[in-house]
C-alpha cells in the first residue's frame, strides 16, 4: 500500500491516519527515540515543565497515543507536590495506540491506578467529556493529524474550566536558513529510510513528514488559538530546537 497523502481528500484522512498510527502502535516509541535522537523526550519533559500541574490537576491528554504526556504529568505531580491527587484521562482516536498505553501503566507505577484512564475518541468530537470539565487540555504531536483543527480548538475551550489551560506541543517551522536546509535533508531523506529500516514501513514515515509540513506556522495557529476564545501570553508560543517544535498555550480566562 502506498499513502500519497498529498492526494487523500479531506474525509479520508482520518481512516488513513487510524491506518497509520494502526501500523505503527507497536514500534511508536521506539521510532520516536531512534528518528529524534531522544530529543522528543527532552521536549516532552520541558512541555510538563511548562504547564507546571498543581497538586490536584485534572487533565486531559488528547491524542495521548501511548501516555508519554501523561506519564510525565503524573510523575511531575508526585514528585514536585508528593501528591497523588492529580489525574489524568487519556483520549485518542487509536484503540492500538491507546493499549500500548495501558500496557506501559505498570512499567510507570499506575498499574490500576485511578489516576490515569484511557478513552477512545476523536479530538474533533469529545463527546464522553463534559463542559468546563478539566484543568489543562494536552495535546502533544497530535494536531497535526486532525481534518478541522479549528474544531479541535474549539472543543478544547469547551471542556476547559475558567482559568484553564490550553497547551500544544507540535512541529512547527524552522525559519533560520541554514538548519532549514539540515533539517529538510534530514525530514525527506533520512526519516523514511529510517521507518523502512526500523519499522518496515516507509510510507508511514514519509505521511508522517507530509503532515508535519501541512501543518500551520506558528504565528498562523497561535491566531487560531485566539480566534477561539483563548488568551494568550505574549505572542502565544515557545520555539523549541529552532521552531523543529513549538509549545502553544492559551488560557480560558
Ligand atoms: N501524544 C503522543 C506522544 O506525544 O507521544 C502521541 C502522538 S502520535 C504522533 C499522534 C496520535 O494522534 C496517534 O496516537 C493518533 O492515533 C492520534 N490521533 C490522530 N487523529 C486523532 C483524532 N482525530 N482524535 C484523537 N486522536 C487522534
Given at each position: ?42 521536549w ?81 468530537n ?27 480548538v ?5 471542556v ?20 532549514k ?5 534530514y525530514?525527506?531523506?533520512v ?14 514515515y ?26 494568550v ?21
Open positions: 500500500t502506498h499513502f500519497g497523502f498529498r492526494d487523500v481528500p479531506e474525509e479520508d484522512k482520518e481512516s488513513l491516519v487510524g491506518q497509520v498510527f494502526g501500523k505503527v502502535a507497536s514500534k511508536y516509541d521506539l521510532m520516536n527515540d531512534v528518528m529524534s535522537g531522544g530529543v522528543h523526550r527532552v516532552k519533559d520541558h512541555f510538563i515543565r511548562t504547564l507546571a500541574p498543581g497538586p490536584n490537576t485534572e487533565l486531559l491528554d488528547v491524542a495521548g497515543g501511548t501516555g508519554d504526556i501523561a506519564f510525565r504529568f503524573l510523575d511531575y505531580v508526585k514528585n514536585t507536590h508528593g501528591s497523588s491527587n492529580a489525574k489524568v484521562t487519556v483520549v485518542d482516536i487509536n484503540p492500538a495506540m491507546l493499549e500500548v498505553g495501558r500496557s506501559r501503566t505498570a512499567e510507570f507505577g499506575y498499574k490500576d491506578s485511578p489516576q490515569i484512564n484511557f478513552q477512545v475518541g476523536n479530538a474533533e469529545l463527546e464522553n467529556i463534559p463542559d468546563e470539565s478539566v484543568d489543562a487540555y494536552t495535546i502533544a504531536f497530535g494536531i497535526r493529524n486532525c481534518t478541522h483543527v479549528d474544531q479541535v474549539r472543543e478544547a475551550y469547551r476547559l474550566r475558567p482559568g484553564g489551560r490550553f497547551m500544544v506541543l507540535e512541529f512547527g517551522n524552522v525559519e533560520n536558513p541554514l538548519v536546509q539540515i533539517y529538510d535533508f525530514s525527506f531523506q526519516i523514511p529510510t529510517l521507518g523502512g529500516i526500523v519499522a518496515n514501513d516507509r510510507d508511514s514519509q505521511y508522517l513528514v507530509e503532515s508535519i509540513r501541512k501543518f500551520p506556522p506558528q504565528p498562523q495557529f497561535a491566531q487560531m488559538i485566539k480566534d477561539a476564545g483563548f488568551t501570553v505574549g505572542r502565544g508560543w515557545e520555539d523549541l530546537t529552532f521552531g523543529v517544535a513549538a509549545i502553544h498555550s492559551g488560557f480560558k480566562l
